[in-house]
């Protein structure tokens, strides 16, 4: 038994410098790589994926889970080794589910259409797209097929980013969120709108990396164990538990672009520092879910970055890193960086209306897997949302239906889900911390973030992916996943932002 | 056979993706890597070294190898497909020999070795040293007995880096050279010695890069196929055929570190981005050896970047940026950055005592290897060699026997011979050159470096590690490696700038 755990575990640490690997040369390519390095890179990349694959969909790797399974099964949920196995039973069911002549397809197709999807989206052109799409509908359908037991064909996808979420699931959660935040959405747009012209300015951005700097500093991010760069998409990586490092980009007119995606990323960088450093080079070091994932990084960017104690702290920092601000009250200030904007582009969307944006996409991708909406009438679908649910007309398609990289790079279906489930649990989380810190804002104010760091260590971070998504809600918040502490910070924040 | 060339080249991709994966990953570590990444770096590392290792001694390349011999010996040399087969078979060859056990033997006291080093050269301790070198001895021993029908032990490990070297062949090269450079040094440093104070100042690092960057630009080095970055020890390292990255470091009170090792770096990356395209990915896209290698790095360095025609061209550009040399004339400055200091240091020698630091280093191992010295007797041995070739009186063993890396990190023996093969060559092929594009040199004084690069182009980067080094070097300067061209160079080159 013992013996069969160990080889276990080699294998799949093996497996799992594969793709730590993988990792560092995608943080090379979207930082440092030279233009021309992009085509042996694919092919390098490539080359590290299949033999990952390999090694988890092996007989080999089949025969240890068998083998080592009955005693897992035995032991109580926070046996670290049990979860470990389990979770490697997980992992290859996903693998060996799927037959690699349709993986290829996938890939081959995912290939293609983000190159068409480059050249269609600027000339706004659906056509180009639609049989594309159509296809991946089929794709995503075949590869559903693949799964047994599934009571919804996206259900089959959505087990890749959030464990233990269905569609059912999560559409009982967003149809309560939806029915209260339409209506706050409305009252908040029909209120006299925030003047947020006091963010517009030049800012050096060197300077603006610098100041990011210190607040990531701050909060608690160690540089001696990571780094921040430039790249076109912010994102943070895992390259080891000693080694998460961010990214960010920087726009001259508008410093709270690159701010406020510091602080995201921040808050995805110390949920993988704070996983447990026995499981680092194992199956479970990292974050359990996207929707976890993103209740971190969205925590630290709006309860905490976007709150007054934060500011009470930064703000004189700011003032004298910027002096443009110099002539602006931070309540002013923190009135423009909360204004509520319904707009197209969903990473652009402030906090209140972020979560329609993706409901939107959820509902339509279920709808196109279930054939109860065609990709002909997509864009129809698309509007009439946005109308319904932002007040607002689509002009084009570019900021419509094809903007969002999801549905044109990889898989449809299953992938947005996590942003919302982040949200709500972000404020589930920062209550309970909360609750048991009554103090920690105070100590915000003379910029000490560490109690509630200390809590979100040791409460989410420190399990990894050993504890189940749904568990550790319950273990860390004594409920279940729930909208309510969600929509009451909403409802307080608004109310008092625009003297609702 | 066919199929049997098309697998093989398959699983020798992937060996090359992983290999050039770990050369990202060694990149990142010595210019990007934040101090906590080490642990789990070195663990990665290991991890695609095993499975590189894996796959090139497997049974199945063995026997695609078998399979494809018998064709590859029928055809011409030119043909790449049978030069590929028979570098396959060559490569393979040298780890089959190998017993694994030997292997991790000598990982792990390589490893302990060097962290022994780098406590004890600082604190001069022989001593606690040579315990470990009489084991490195020792492991050199049983490294060499892995292999049958060597002349010399010393010779299996030449093979590594510069196939078809053979002791009795560099010592009668060695000592034809070190006959006439011995007496040259001594007629060069009883001369007046040159004023080079002219180099020292302050110059600001961002400056000194800026400078490099343009030097490295005009030589034709491309960055949007590289970049250049800071490192504790300069390098080169290949990507692809259009990633070739080069670093450097910057000294704040003399510029001429960070310049030479830019244009020496550069002369390597040149080799790298000039191999023919079609063999990227390939076990033969790389340079042939490490002589072949030195020869094009020192060419750019010597005999380009410290010659009048260059700086006829730079040396305005370099006071523009830098006014501290206004008040020095260029054949001063000349004069400076060619000037002979006989020393302890061999990376910090200049070009004339440069190599007899190298020859010193190769007889001494090939003395403890053949068994004519003892680890014991090492330090005599080397300070008499200083006393006898230089000239100077070794004060410490830190500036003495402990300091190259190469005995305290790695295989003891085998590792020297390209540095000086590399002088001899570029002298060699420098005059071939010359001889062809008679008019290169007034190219470089406005800047054209193009004619030299296009030959070199032509007669060594595009073949990659297609064709033999010593065919190389035949077909390239239509002779047999040979001293004449160097000892000519160096020569005419110290008699006019000593006056002798």
């Known amino acids: 038994m013992n013996q069969a755990l160990v080889l276990l575990k080699e294998r799949l640490a093996m497996m799992t410098d594969l793709n730590l690997t993988s990792s560092i040369l995608n943080w090379d390519q979207t930082t440092m790589m030279p233009d021309g390095g992009s085509d042996s890179r694919g092919r390098q990349m490539a080359t590290l994926a299949k033999l990952s694959h390999s090694l988890l969909v092996s007989e080999e790797t089949g025969e240890l889970i068998r083998q080592i399974t009955p005693w897992a099964q035995t032991q109580p949920q926070e046996n670290m080794d049990a979860a470990f196995v389990h979770e490697a039973a997980r992992l290859r069911n996903l693998e060996v589910n799927v037959p690699s002549s349709l993986n290829s397809e996938m890939t081959e197709h995912y290939s293609r259409m983000y190159t068409a999807w480059t050249i269609a989206r600027p000339n706004d052109d659906f056509a ?14 075949k590869f559903s097929d693949c799964f047994k037991n599934m009571d919804h064909p996206m259900d089959a996808l959505i087990q890749y980013a959030d464990f233990g979420v269905t569609v059912k699931s999560a559409k009982q959660l967003f149809s309560e969120l939806r029915s209260q935040l339409v209506p706050l959405v409305k009252r908040v747009t029909s209120a006299n709108q925030i003047d947020s012209s006091c ?59 690159c701010l406020f995606s510091v602080i995201h990323e921040v808050g ?22 996207s929707g976890v994932h993103e209740s971190q990084s969205r925590l630290w960017e709006n309860h905490v970055g976007r709150g007054k104690p934060f500011w009470d702290y930064f703000y004189p920092i700011l003032q004298k890193n910027f002096p443009h601000f110099e002539k602006f009250s931070q309540s002013h200030f923190i009135r423009a960086i909360n204004k509520v904007d319904p707009g197209f582009i969903r990473v652009d ?74 949200n709500i649990l972000s404020a589930q989380l920062y209550d309970t911390a909360h609750h048991i810190l009554p103090n920690m804002e105070q100590d915000f104010v003379i910029g000490d973030f560490s109690k509630l760091k200390a809590w979100l260590n040791t409460n989410i971070h420190q399990w990894g992916a050993s504890i189940s998504p749904d568990r550790l809600i319950k273990l860390s918040t004594h409920q279940d996943l729930s909208i309510h502490p ?15």
Not at 128 to 141: D, F, H, N, T
Not at 370 to 376: D, F, H
Not at 488 to 494: A, C, D, H, V, W
């Open 268 to 289: 995805h960088a110390l949920y993988e520092f704070g996983i447990n450093p026995v499981l680092d080079g194992n199956i479970l070091a990292g974050g359990v879910s």
């Open 486 to 500: 969600y929509m009451t910070y909403l409802s307080e924040k608004y109310s008092s932002l625009y003297n609702l």
């Open 128 to 141: 180009a797209l639609k049989p594309l799409l159509v296809k991946s509908v089929e794709l995503s359908k």
């Open 349 to 422: 969307a402030d906090e209140l209306t972020y979560n329609l944006h993706v409901m939107i996409r959820f509902d339509l991708e279920c709808q196109l897997l279930e054939g109860t909406l065609s990709v002909r009438d997509l864009p129809d679908a698309w509007n009439a949302r946005y109308k319904s649910d932002l007040g607002i007309s689509v002009p084009n398609m570019k900021n419509g239906c094809l903007q969002d990289v999801h549905w044109f790079g990889g898989r449809l279906g299953g992938a947005f889900q996590g942003y919302t489930i982040g």
């Open 199 to 257: 963010l517009q300015g030049d800012f050096d951005e060197t300077a603006q990396l610098e100041f990011c700097k210190t607040v990531a500093r701050q909060l608690g991010y160690d540089f001696n164990r990571g780094r921040l760069d430039l790249s076109a998409h912010p994102f943070m990586t895992r390259l080891s538990g000693n080694d998460v490092r961010i990214t960010t980009r920087a726009i001259r007119t508008d410093l709270t672009d």
